[in-house]
T-cell receptor, first 110, second 114 residues
Framework: GQQVMQIPQYQHVQEGEDFTTYCNSS?????IQWYKQRPGGHPVFLIQ?????EVKKQKRLTFQFGEAKKNSSLHITATQTTDVGTYFC??????????FGPGTSLSVIP | NAGVTQTPKFQVLKTGQSMTLQCAQD?????MYWYRQDPGMGLRLIYY???????DKGEVPNGYNVSRLNKREFSLRLESAAPSQTSVYFC?????????????FGDGTRLSIL
């Protein structure tokens, strides 16, 4: 069946370093969503990308949707301790149900 | 606005016991979802309700039942709990059902089955 994969599973960075997580789908996606979950919290919607090659920025976060619409990335510039959490990508299957990737857990060392 | 409210927040059950997890949203959303989250496996869809009066199976429906009580409320029932159902359960809602709809999540129910 359709799968959404993410790498790496875990990432530990020194505060101020950059961080990137990658999301790959086994099939073409009509859109990709990104969520953040703080430790002990619930997933919170960050952004949705729809167009091939689309790039969106939210302050220090840059989201990109691949040209083939099968992959996406989230890049955080100059990480801060507030960035700690698990980042999930999610994409639709059969045009309606959303399937979540396993997530990338980010730790930031002060 | 509270958003999506789940009760209880924590629960410990014995194998074979039954219980119902409650979820309510105050955003007038049409669609509601139940997920379970296990370490390293992300969020897996158990059941969903695209609109009031309808429910459908997700990826992992076995051992669960749901009821869309009204537009606001969507409950998840474990009829005979098993240790494999130990997990964190999240309820979510979206304005409409579709792969392009952002989902709003509740705080979760942490369920342990002994």
């Amino acid at each position: 069946g359709q799968q959404v994969m993410q790498i790496p599973q875990y990432q530990h960075v020194q505060e101020g370093e950059d961080f990137t997580t990658y999301c790959n789908s086994s099939t073409t996606l009509s859109n990709i969503q990104w969520y953040k979950q703080r430790p002990g919290g619930h997933p919170v919607f960050l952004i949705q990308l729809v167009k091939s090659g689309e790039v969106k920025k939210q302050k220090r976060l840059t989201f990109q949707f691949g040209e083939a619409k099968k992959n996406s990335s989230l890049h955080i510039t100059a990480t801060q301790t507030t960035d700690v959490g698990t980042y999930f990508c999610a994409g639709p299957i059969l045009y309606d149900k959303v399937i979540f990737g396993p997530g990338t857990s980010l730790s930031v060392i002060p | 606005n509270a958003g999506v409210t789940q009760t209880p927040k924590f629960q410990v059950l014995k194998t074979g016991q039954s219980m119902t997890l409650q979820c309510a949203q105050d955003m007038n959303h049409n669609s509601m979802y139940w997920y379970r989250q296990d370490p390293g496996m992300g969020l897996r869809l158990i059941y969903y309700s695209a609109s009031e009066g309808t429910t459908d199976k997700g990826e992992v429906p076995n051992g669960y039942n749901v009821s869309r009580l009204n537009k606001r409320e969507f409950s998840l029932r474990l009829e005979s709990a098993a240790p494999s159902q130990t997990s964190v359960y999240f309820c979510a809602s979206s304005e409409f059902h579709g792969g392009d709809q952002p989902q709003h999540f509740g705080d979760g129910t942490r369920l342990s089955i002994l």
